[in-house]
């Protein structure tokens, strides 16, 4: 946003979705544009960080608390956002993010950081059917954190080492204990780090692509996806479709929430 930009767009509309892992912001304003937003890690007190991450997204917008409307909270840790006039389902919010990005019946594939999601919507973007995976962490980025602990190496850095694989090594076991095990015994036996990574990718993606089918419009979502979207040209790879990533991610969830935000602030000023 530049200088000559007006201060701020009335009314504004917030979501916020606290997630185990990072907490998101997303305001809109009355045009249904991303005009503000942060990302911060979630820690131990949601409250404190939803504030923080409310107050820097205004920021941006150039904007104050008084030009919010409405706000609507999703994810893991919804309830502590007081500020919030009402909660949402993570799963309601990234189809309904998601579809305003691409307005047409698909498959959402949305990976974070402690869960996985793989949502379908039909072309009037009702949610047709959806399924979490939340019993462990395969296949999530904690699993990708803690590898990347276990190679010591720095976790932002793995996407560009994944790229430069030549001849990927295939893990076989999806558990992260047992993936750090063998993840050693890999390396011991001489392979590639970047091979070993984008092993450990090709493992998060076939853990997401077993949880459900897939239909011919496919959209990635996610922290995880945002900072490593190496994982989109792998899934295009392996599925022969070309997959769509809304320009944000890690904000989808938010941006669903605003949505809901600005339908039920209008409804109440009708």
């Known amino acids: 946003m530049t200088d000559s ?22 305001i809109l304003d009355s045009e249904k544009r ?13 409250t404190k960080i939803a504030e923080i991450c409310l107050k820097s997204s205004l920021q941006m917008a150039r904007a104050s608390t008084e030009d919010v409307v409405n706000c609507i909270s999703t994810g893991y840790g919804r309830k502590n956002v007081l500020f ?30 402690q869960d996985n999601k793989v949502i379908k919507v039909d072309d009037q973007g009702r949610r047709i059917s959806f399924k ?55 390396i011991r036996e001489g392979k590639k780090i970047a091979d070993i990574v984008k092993g450990l990718f090709f493992s998060v993606i ?6 459900n089918s897939l239909t011919d419009r496919v ?11 190496v994982l989109v040209s792998m ?11 809304p320009e944000h991610p890690q904000l989808t969830g938010a941006v669903g929430a605003a949505l809901f935000a600005m339908e039920e602030g209008r409804d109440r000023s009708d």
């Open 5 to 26: 930009q007006p201060a701020t767009r009335n009314p504004l509309f917030a979501g916020v979705d606290v997630g185990a892992s990072r907490t998101k912001v997303a």
């Open 34 to 46: 991303l005009i503000g937003h942060a990302v911060q890690k979630s820690g131990t007190d949601f």
């Open 84 to 113: 919030s006039k009402a909660t949402k389902t993570e799963i309601g919010c990234h189809a309904k993010g998601c579809y305003h990005y691409f307005p047409m019946a698909m498959t959402i594939i949305d990976i974070g950081g």
């Open 132 to 186: 979490m995976n939340r019993k462990c962490a395969a296949g999530t980025g904690a699993f990708l954190e803690e590898m990347s602990t276990r190679l010591d190496i720095p976790l932002e850095k793995m996407d560009s080492l994944a790229r430069e694989s030549e001849e990927m090594v295939e893990l076989g076991s999806y558990c992260t204990v047992f993936s750090g095990t063998e993840v050693l015994e890999k």
């Open 206 to 211: 076939k853990r997401v692509l077993e949880m």
């Open 219 to 229: 959209a990635m979502t996610g922290g995880v996806v945002e900072h490593n979207p």
């Open 235 to 245: 899934v295009e790879e392996i599925t022969a479709r070309k997959i769509l990533v």
